[in-house]
């Protein structure tokens, strides 16, 4: 199996970006430190936040003491997010790439016509 070139490079953004919040949260007081810790793993709160809404829940389904409430579950989650993001990135980039670049070709070659008469 083949990985997207755009999903990596986002999951690699999003490893550098969870290994600076935890770290700078490990270092800093009890109140930002659980704020750090929520930017760490904000891809998986943010649609995680926005799905247990709909499903009728109010808070998450899983108990505070949890494992589901720690790094273990929410930074593979995370990643995968941010890779889906980046695979997403990359399918749009190429469809422009394919549908827009042969358009902009023909573009350029009237302009470069027009321009040479005057």
């Known amino acids: 199996m083949r990985l997207n070139k755009g999903g990596l490079i986002v999951s690699a953004i999003y490893i550098v ?3 600076v919040f935890s770290c700078f949260s490990y270092f800093a007081g009890l109140k930002a430190s659980v704020l750090l810790a929520e930017f760490a793993v904000l891809p998986a709160g943010l ?3 926005s799905i ?3 499903l009728g829940l109010h ?3 899983f108990d505070a003491d949890s494992w589901m409430n720690s790094y273990v579950f929410y930074f593979p989650v995370s990643l995968f997010i941010s890779y889906m993001v980046g ?3 990359h399918a749009f980039w190429r469809l422009l790439a394919r549908y827009v670049a042969p ?3 023909r573009l350029d070659e009237r ?3 027009r321009f040479h008469r005057d």
């Open 52 to 54: 247990w809404p709909l």
């Open 87 to 89: 695979w997403a990135l």
């Open 59 to 61: 808070d998450p389904p």
């Open 17 to 19: 970006h969870f290994l």
């Open 111 to 113: 302009l470069v016509r």
């Open 103 to 105: 358009r902009l070709d």
């Open 47 to 49: 649609i995680l936040g």
